[in-house]
C-alpha cells in the first residue's frame, strides 16, 4: 500500500489551527489600534469640536429668544444655558457695551468689557457667517478656555454681539489615564486573546484532525474506520458523509471481489470448453464433420457468451463514464417493442418460452433508441432466464397521461425484499444463480444508468414465489 500523499498548495501550507489562532489575533489587534487612535489620538479633537458644537447650539438658543424682544423671557433663556452648560455669557449693544452678562464658571475671559472683547467683536463683524470661535488660554490661570461669538441680528447693522466662554477640561490628563488604563487592558486582552484562540483553534481542529485519521486509514483500505464528528454540526455532517461514503466503498469492494470470483468463474468457464472443444477438433473430430460442427457450436456459443460480458463491461464503463450523450430521436413504442420481442422468437420457440405481449395505442416517443432497447432486451432477457416453469414472459406496454409505462413481468422465484435494493447495483448476482443463465451481474446496472440518463422512473414489484414485475417510465412522449 502506497503512503498517502498530502497535496500542498501554497495557502494549505499554514494550518488550520495557525489561521483560526492568526485571524483572532489580527482582530484583536485591529480592535485595539482602533481603540488607541480614537481615545488618545483623535480625543483632543473630538472633544474640542462636540464642545465647539455645543457652544454654537448655545449661542443659537440665545439669539432666537434674543429676537423673540422679551427681556424676562431672555435673561432665563441665558441663565439657563450658561447653567446647564457651564459658560459665561455677555450680550453687548451694537457698539459693544454690556447689555448683559451671566457667569457659571469662575476664570472667564469675556466678562468684562475690555480691549479684547472689543478685537473679539470687531473679527465677529469681519466674518462671513457672522459666527467666531477661539481657543485661547487663560492668561492668569493658564487654562485652554474656548471663547465663542456671534452677531445678533442683520449682517449690517446688527442689533449687539453675544459671547460666550467656557473651560475646557485639559484632555492631556485625561488622555494620560485612558492611556495607561489603555495600556493595562490591551495587556490583559491581548493574553486573554491569544490563550481564548488557542483553545478555540484546538477545539476547531481536533475532529478534523480525527476525522483525518480516520479518512487516511479508510484510504488505505481499512472500511472499520470509524468518523467521529463530535464538536459541531459542520464535523458531524464531514463525519456522516464519510461514513456515508465508506459503506458504498466497503460495498463496492465487496462487490468488486464478488466480481471477481464471478468474472474470473464465468471467463474461466468458457475458457476452458473453448480450450477442450478446440483440442477435440484437432484430436479428434477434425475429420467427423458431425461432431465437428457439434463441437463448433459449442465454441460458438461459449465466444457469445465471452463477448456478451465483455460488451457488457464496456456498456456499463462507458455510461458510467459520463462519456456517453443520448441521441434522442421518436419512434413508436409498441412498434419497438414488438420488434424486440420478435428477436426472442427462435429462443422462445426452441426452449418453450412463451411471451406474452399486451400493447397500448401506438405512441411516439422521443428518447435514445439504442439504449431504450437495450434496457428492454436486458428486462425481458431476465425475465426469460428467471421465470418460473411455465416459462410464461409478460410484457405490458401502459400509455398514461404522461408518459408509457413498460411493464415486464415472470412468474419466477420473485426477489426479497433485502435484495431488491441490490438488484441494481453492479456486479451483484443472486448466489443461487444457475450457470445456464447466462448473466454478468451488469445488465440491470446497464438498465439504471440508460434510465437515469433520461431521468426515467423505474422500479421493480416482487413477490415471493409468484414473480417479478420490472418497470420503467417512458416521460418523453410527443403530444398528439
Ligand atoms: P444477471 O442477470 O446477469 O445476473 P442482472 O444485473 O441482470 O445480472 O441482475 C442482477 C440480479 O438480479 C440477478 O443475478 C438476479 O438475482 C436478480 N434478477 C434480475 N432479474 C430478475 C428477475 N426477473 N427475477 C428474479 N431475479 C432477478
Redesign the pocket.
Known sequence: MKPIKHFKSANSRISLKFKIWLYFIIFTVIVFALLWIFQIFFLERFYKGMKARTAVESMNTIAESFMNDNKEEFYRTVNDVAHDNELCVLVTDRYGRQIYKRHVIGDCIIHNLNNENADLIEKIKNSEDGIIKKMPKNRNTGNPMLVCGMRLGPAIEPYGFLLINSALAPVEATVAIIKRQLMIITVILVILAFLISLYLARRIAKPIDRITKSAEKLAKGDFTAKFDGRGYLEAKKLADTLTYAEKELSKVDMMQRDLIANVSHDLRTPLTMLKAYAEMIRDLSGDNPVKRNEHLEIIISETDRLALLVNDMLDLSKLESGRQKLEPSEFGISGKLSEIIDRFKGLSDKNGYHIQFTPDEERIVCCDVVKIEQVIY?LIN??I???GKDKNVFVRQINTEDGVLVEVE?T????EKD?IKL?FDKY???EN?KRE?V???????IVKAVLKLHNYDYGVR?TIGKG?T?WFRISDVKKQ
Not at 419466477?412 to 426477489?415: A, E, S, Y
Not at 448473466?439 to 446496472?445: E, K, M, N, V
Open positions: 436486458n431476465n425475465a432466464n428467471y421465470t415472470d419466477g422465484d420473485g426477489i435484495k438488484i451483484y448476482r443472486s444463480h443463465v448473466g454478468t451481474g451488469l445488465g440491470l446496472s416482487s417479478s420490472f
